[in-house]
């Protein structure tokens, strides 16, 4: 049996399990709809998050929001969370030991929500779903199957508001979650319609 999210959230409590904890203000646990269909990956809280202790509110999160009507959702409809809960100091990557610590709180809610599609957003996130150590520019734009899941990795926002080059490149993606939406939908449609013939 699963635990629940908010299970996941009481066992992490006010976690020191890292020394993150030493210098975040506010621990991101995640936000969004517990019964997500898309479940979104990112890698840490930035300056913002940690101030407002919700993933993705920053820049990088008004573009996320203004990408996801591309794919033909609306924020509340996801879930969205970070591999790790705590802010790294200035932004700098995470530590392979604070992602081995943090990385299970994040496993339970990958389960608890039990979503049909993973989007890992940057290098971090994607590697750790997919368990690879290949970078997000060649993963990106494919759909991958690990279990049950469908994922999509696709660029950080916040790589993208750095180089604007790449805003095409979010686009074509954002459309590619919304064509694999659909198709995940139909064949859903399809599997109920089928087990309705068999009765
Ligand atoms: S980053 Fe994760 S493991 Fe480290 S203190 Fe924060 S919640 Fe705990």
Known sequence: MHKTLDEVKVDLGDCK????????????????NPNA?????????????DLG?????????KYLNSLLELAG???????????LKCRPPENRDPKVDEIEVCSPFLRNQVRAINPEILVT????????????????TGL?????????FSVLPIFHPAAAIYDR??????????KLLGRLIEKRREERAQRANDSGQDN
Not at 20 to 32: D, H, I, M, P, S
Not at 73 to 83: C, G, Q, W
Not at 140 to 148: E, K, L, P, S, Y
């Open 165 to 174: 080059s790449k805003e095409p490149i979010m686009e074509a993606d954002f």
């Open 140 to 148: 990106r734009g494919q759909v991958h199957i690990t279990g049950r």
């Open 121 to 136: 957003l940057g290098n971090f996130s994607t590697r750790f779903i997919l368990k690879t150590d290949r970078g997000i």
């Open 37 to 49: 269909e898309v479940m979104f990956i990112g890698e840490a809280p930035g300056k913002q998050e």
């Open 53 to 61: 202790a919700e993933p993705f509110i920053g820049a990088a999160g």
């Open 73 to 83: 959702l609306k924020r509340e409809e996801i879930y969205i969370a970070n591999v």
């Open 17 to 32: 399990r890292c020394t993150l904890c030493e210098t975040r203000t506010n621990l991101v646990f995640g936000v969004g």
